[in-house]
């Protein structure tokens, strides 16, 4: 089992910085592929990025290509997310996630079995 802790969340301005980290706790963490996603208001909770256990391959969701950017430390058992000129689209909680028994990068949700508590990002204009 993994316990995940998301932090870094706060009130930016369109076309800010922040940096998103997620701390996990227990065995699990350095086998498996980790992902990052997100959930605005009254929408469904998305896909933001994965990276795999080795952290050598990451994938991202359209929308935040060349503008965000995971990454992972399995010496420290984090994961970081790194997101440059936000967008008021890109608020809402973001969660950290486990995909356990997977060690490539999925997209789907299904395959997560751990998520931490989220994050909020706030985004004004």
């Known amino acids: 089992q993994v316990q995940l802790a998301e932090s870094g969340g706060r009130l930016v301005q369109a076309g800010d910085s922040l940096a998103l980290s997620c701390e996990a706790n227990?065995?699990?963490?350095?086998?498996?592929?980790m992902g990052w996603f997100r959930q605005a208001p009254g929408k469904d909770r998305e896909f933001v990025a994965t990276?795999?256990?080795?952290?050598?391959?990451?994938v991202y969701t359209e929308s935040v290509k060349g503008r965000f950017t995971m990454s992972r430390d399995n010496v420290k058992k984090a994961v970081y997310l790194r997101m440059n000129n936000l967008q008021p689209e890109d608020a809402g909680t973001y969660y950290c996630?486990?995909?356990?028994?997977?060690?490539?990068?999925?997209?789907?949700?299904?395959?997560?079995?751990?998520w931490g508590q989220g994050t909020q990002v706030t985004i004004s204009v």
């Open positions: 996630a486990v995909a356990d028994g997977y060690k490539g990068v999925v997209r789907a949700p299904q395959a997560y079995i751990y």
């Open positions: 227990g065995p699990s963490f350095n086998d498996n592929a």
């Open positions: 990276t795999s256990w080795s952290g050598r391959s990451t």
